[in-house]
């Protein structure tokens, strides 16, 4: 199978007749629709064919099996619903999965679904009659086991009774911490988990489908998923940083949709007449089309309605937040239009190193990319204004040597991959032509993916910044990057995602007018980088290592249990700009010294140990004296934190001021403020990317000064990498 630059680094069955009782009457179809069958075995016929899959499985009993495992893990992570009398029953199904995906008779798949949402129901009932009984006494030593996941699940019913009844005394305890009434406490709840209610409520067929397609596509690896055409389209979305339709992010929030942020530049900005805590009621198509009462819809069936072909129009019914829902609506009209998504785009700033013993200011130019993104359709087309990540940094790249600024650092923190050709064209700015990594696919054949583009958008200090959450294309650069020796590699240990995806789309065989198939994430290949290893749970390994963040036990390539195993292949040829490794105890010295010195940055590792400490714990303490005393000593911090930067000048946006766990869910709080504060905190202090600055101010500082050191490090000075003058 050709490899393409659009990649992505991307029998008929009869059920126990007691699964398929309340089937219709929860809303769920008994089994698929013609399309769903289709698409089921459409799927079969890619994961099983070693010309598509990089490491196909048989769709066989033993395969059916992992399929229902996964499948009752999608729908009840928490073993909060489901109890083994259930999965008892269930079990009679779970090697039979593999004829039914096969004939593309899912009817076992539907009727679990069924059950559940039958039991959800129940649960739901149960947590709001609590409520009525008096058990809010926390004198005693009871604890809410919160983490479920390895648990064996609840013998029966009146063994989840007890596991709901903590989980709302932890509910009901945590409002009152937070110096709510008992009136206020029991409102809320009820509110709560009425709400939890109507939204398993609302799951349908099409939920069941697609869950139970992911459960056998992930039973392949990690990173094989089904998406159905709305999932395939918001997808495409996130990866051309585009839509069209009227550029507002929204939010359910009870039984309505709410504007929760404006998309700057897109008609609901530009209108003026559309603001966060708006809530939409209505809404028609055109100038005349009937205006449908939205309030109880899905959040994607009102976001359906509200998007379309740019040009056309639609109508909005809007309450404004201070309104009561039943006042008169406004009505507005907003022509639709190509939204680009911007706060999604690479973007930079400039830090300023002050000066430290012997060291000099510097000016650290910063680029922070959050994906590596392309508009495959607009890069197809030749539209010469395509959403491209690696064309954003070297637009920036471009105003840093304007700006003359001392060195470069690139923030690839939380970015979790994208389009393999823009992680090699991306390099490519850094590095003069070679190669960046190498592809294996399923048959073993290993190709070379080349810079082919001569000169560089900067030769000078660079710096990389990542973190467990980078992932796949940020490996692919970290790790080039490091290879060439070019720059710096600092942070925490990646992801180790090291395979190669590519999105097929299943309407391409039926050559469908409309999509009907959606698409499959299908991992085809795998990549290894210049030197030979693989990325592959291992992930990149920073130069400067930053205290960890997440645990390797707890997120990453590592913890899954069907991930392909690390290796390595041959190693291809490479420049090698600089050898950091004799510059590396220096800057050690350096980092450790300034840190112990640096509040926020200690204050990040006192929270991360605090979060561990408790997360390793596994439960909460019912008792209220306890819970009151941690509390307390929460808030002590939180204000000595805030004396402490007053005292240094540090000021904190008053959105941004910590009163503690306030006991609500997200859902619950006022979302124009919510969104506000999100906003916000993108100007909170971030001692992790100021220290990374320092780091790189650090090498460009010892290299000039030391011109044995900058031989031993720089053996070729030359472009690109001039470090030192």
Known sequence: MKLSHTLLAALVLTAPLALLARADSDGLPAGPTPDQATTSKLVYGLLS??????????LDDALSQDV??????????????????????????KTKLDDAIKAGELTPAYAIFAVYKQR?????????????????????????????????????????????????????????????????IRKTLDKRYANLGKTYAEFNGEDAFQTFLNAYASSIDPHTNYLDPRGAERFNQSMSLSLEGIGAVLQKQDDVVVIREIVPGGPADLSDKLKPGDRIVGVGQGNSGVMEDVIGWRIDDVVEKIKGAKGTQVRLDIVPPEAGLDSKPNRLVLTRDKVRLAEEAAKGETLNVPANGNTPAKRIGVIKLKGFY????????????????????????????????????LDLRGNGGGSLNEAIELTGLFID?????????????????????PGVAWDGPLAVLINRGSASASEIFAGAIQDYGRGLVIGETT???????????????????????????????????????????????????????????????????????????????????????????????????RIAKDVEFQWQAEDVARFKAERDKKYLSLNETERRAEKNKLDAIRKNRQEERKRLNIALDPLLEDNGDDGLQTSERDIAKEAAREKAAENLPDPLLRESASILADAVYLLNGDRALAGQVLPEAKTPGHWAE
Do not use: C
């Open 120 to 184: 959800v129901e129940q649960r739901v009932a149960y947590a709001r009659g609590l409520l009525k009984q008096n058990i809010f006494d926390f004198s005693g030593t009871d604890r809410w086991e919160y983490d479920r996941e390895d648990l064996p699940w609840a013998k029966d019913s009146a063994e989840l009774d007890a596991v709901w009844k903590q989980s709302v005394r932890n509910d009901w305890l945590r409002l009152k911490l937070a110096g709510k009434k008992p009136d206020e």
């Open 495 to 593: 992801f180790g995602k090291g395979t190669v995806q590519n999105l097929v789309d299943l309407d391409r065989w039926p050559a469908n007018e409309k999509a009907r198939f959606g698409q499959v994430k299908l991992t085809i290949a795998q990549f290894f980088r210049v030197a030979g290893g693989s990325t592959q749970n291992k992930g990149v390994v920073p130069d400067i290592a930053f205290p960890v963040t997440v645990d390797a036990s707890d997120y990453g390539e590592s913890t899954y249990d069907n991930a392909l195993p690390w290796t390595r292949i041959a190693s291809v040829p490479h420049t090698q700009y600089g050898n950091f490794a004799p510059l590396l105890p220096k800057l050690e010295t350096l980092h450790s010294a």
């Open 68 to 93: 229902f495992k996964r499948y009752l893990e999608a729908i009840d992570p928490g073993k909060m619903f489901l109890t083994a009398q259930d999965v008892a029953q269930f079990a009679t199904q």
């Open 374 to 409: 392309q508009d495959f359709e607009g890069r197809r087309k030749n539209n010469g204004d395509y959403a491209s990540a690696t064309r954003d940094v070297a637009k920036l790249l471009a105003q840093f040597r304007a700006d003359k600024v001392d060195g470069v650092v």
């Open 49 to 58: 064919d070693s010309r598509y899959a990089y490491r196909p499985r048989a």
């Open 433 to 453: 032509k070679g190669p960046v990594v190498q592809v294996r696919e399923s048959g073993g054949r290993v190709s070379v993916e080349s810079d082919r583009n």
